[in-house]
């Protein structure tokens, strides 16, 4: 199995990623091992693989682009195929379609989303719908300017895209059919205020969203309607120890396979929060925090199988690999790390 890592390169972000990392993932041990690094790329900051795993996209945070990559089936190596304009700044997040033929792209300083054709051969075509988030800032008067959208994974059926936006203090819903998203059909669910959502991720029965609050370090529980696309909160938690005082952010959430954890991040307190969920109501229940064994874990990946867990530290230039409790979700460092310049980003391949 193979493993892609994003990472900031720029001076202006303090940076010292090389570009995007290709490792090769040992699924029994949890070793990373480096097989190619494609440099001279500017903050490869998230990335998608199709799904049929031979082709790679990445934007580039902080400028106004999107990149396509082919995928060497038997080393894993990446070679550019081509690159488009997301027709607004800071391009944070992208998502493919389920049909393949799609990408979803969220413009975070530009507040809008963008979506771009795949052409047959994977490259991608030029944008060929923009739209604009519009709404009530939030009150933080740093943070929450206008509308910043962070995320835009689709629900688990496909029909519908979600948009936390951390401006707006809310989480917009569209339906996508015929390759487009439609306006008409957006759902707005506020969240607390000054809370910054972030990041969602959805619950193996398609029934249950949680979203990780970067302003506040919070976990929100919805209900979600797969029939409407609207999301009913249920619960709010922190992903923070109560004894903890000092300042943090929250920034990326996973749920395992199974639907029995969850897990964010936190930068600050430099941790993973593990949550236990309910089987039959979705809520979660605090299991505790584990140090990120470095500093600010901007992203955690689950890798396929499900027995460990990558916690990517910024600021430290390291992976640190955990191992999965199978009954209790805890997470427990093996003593595997590798360093790599600023990780931001991490995907598996799907062969093994």
């Not at 010292?16 to 001279?40: C, F, H, K, M, T």
């Not at 493919?96 to 963008?114: E, Q, T, Y």
């Not at 990326?252 to 396979?257: L, M, S």
């Not at 949550?275 to 039959?280: G, I, K, L, R, S």
Request: glycine share 10%; net charge negative; with cysteine.
């Amino acid at each position: 199995m193979f493993a892609y890592v994003g990472s900031r390169t720029t001076r202006a972000r303090n940076a010292r990623g090389a570009g995007i990392s290709v490792l090769n993932v040992d699924v029994d041990s949890g070793r990373l091992e480096p097989v190619q690094a494609l440099a001279g790329l500017d903050n490869p900051s998230f990335l998608a693989l199709n799904a049929s795993g031979d082709r790679l996209y990445s934007v580039h945070g902080d400028l106004h682009h999107i990149s396509a990559y082919s995928v060497n089936g038997g080393d894993g190596r990446l070679a550019l195929l081509n690159t488009q304009d997301t027709l607004g700044k800071n391009p944070v997040h992208l998502a493919i379609d389920p049909g393949g033929r799609r990408i979803v792209v969220s413009n975070h300083i530009g507040a809008s989303l963008a979506v771009l054709p795949i052409e047959a051969d994977g490259s991608l075509g030029e944008v060929c719908q923009l739209i604009e988030l519009e709404g009530e800032p939030g009150p933080h008067r740093i943070e929450q300017p206008h509308a910043k959208p962070h995320h835009n994974p689709f629900s688990p059926d496909g029909r519908y895209v979600l948009v936390p936006d951390k401006g707006l203090d809310g989480i917009f819903s569209y339906r996508f059919m015929d390759g487009r998203l439609l306006p008409s059909s957006a759902v707005f669910t506020p969240a607390r205020e000054a809370s910054g959502p972030r990041h969602i991720a959805f619950h193996a029965n398609g029934s249950h969203a949680y979203c990780v609050n970067e302003l506040d370090s919070t976990v929100t529980v919805y209900q979600f309607d797969q029939a409407s696309g609207r999301l009913a909160p249920r619960q709010i938690l922190s992903t923070l120890p109560s004894t903890y005082t000092g300042n943090s952010r929250a920034a990326e959430i996973a749920v395992d396979a199974a639907g029995r954890y969850v897990y964010a991040s936190n930068r600050g307190h430099d941790s993973i929060a593990v949550f236990a969920v309910d089987p039959e109501t979705g809520m979660l229940a605090w299991r505790g925090c584990v140090s990120s064994g470095g500093r600010t874990p901007r992203f955690l990946a689950i890798a396929p199988g499900g027995r460990h867990l990558f916690a990517l530290n910024e600021d430290d230039d390291a992976i640190v690999s955990f191992s999965i409790d199978a009954d209790s979700g805890a997470l427990h460092p093996n003593g595997e790390v590798l360093r790599t310049g600023s990780p931001v980003c991490m995907v598996f391949s799907n062969s093994s």
